[in-house]
């Protein structure tokens, strides 16, 4: 059996062949673009695979009969009313508050559910506690006033990922 290096060496000489009376610098970029292809080609495989793996897993849950939970609410809450949707009570979705604007994150329980480490922001308009990155109870309980610019780009940022990964279903009322 041949030894890691004697297997280098022969690649090398190899490439170096096949690549004798080519210009360097072509032969420099060309090899450049291909290593910075790797990674993106081995992450689109390993995406295609876990997709593959969610499609199964959601026609599993299908068959057996456990549709995802649909929002039974569509439409204005007040702060107290949003309350009541923490995951305390499995029959309702899990909501939570960015800007005013309610979103349903049922489809990531795992996060927001009541074992949840992010299950303290359901509930409630949570904006000012995202923008901070902070799980103070004052942080949580807070508005939006008074924010830095960086805290409301942060918050531009949750408000922009909760807007493409979770569906848009109501907005918090006085």
Excluded at 3 to 21: C, E, I, N, Y
Excluded at 70 to 97: C, I, M, R
């Amino acid at each position: 059996m041949e030894s890691f290096a004697d297997l280098a060496a022969q690649l090398a000489s190899s490439f170096s062949a096949l690549v004798k009376g080519y210009d360097p610098l072509v032969v420099m970029t060309t090899t450049m673009v291909l290593l910075a292809a790797v990674p993106m080609v081995l992450s689109f495989f390993v995406m295609r695979r876990q997709a593959r793996k969610k499609e199964a897993a959601t026609s599993k849950a299908g068959d057996e009969g456990e549709a995802e939970k649909a929002p039974t609410h569509f439409g204005n809450l007040t702060k107290e009313q949003l309350k009541a949707y923490t995951g305390k009570d499995p029959s309702k979705p899990l909501l939570v508050g960015i800007k005013g604007k309610i979103y349903d994150v049922t489809a990531a329980h795992e996060f927001y559910g009541p074992d949840g480490p992010y299950n303290l922001f359901t509930g409630i308009d949570a904006s000012r506690a995202l923008a901070k990155m902070s799980f103070k109870p004052e942080d949580l309980a807070g508005g939006i006033e008074g924010l830095s610019q960086s805290e409301k780009d942060i918050l531009f940022d949750w408000e922009q990922k909760f807007q493409l990964k979770y569906k848009y279903v109501g907005d918090i009322v006085d």
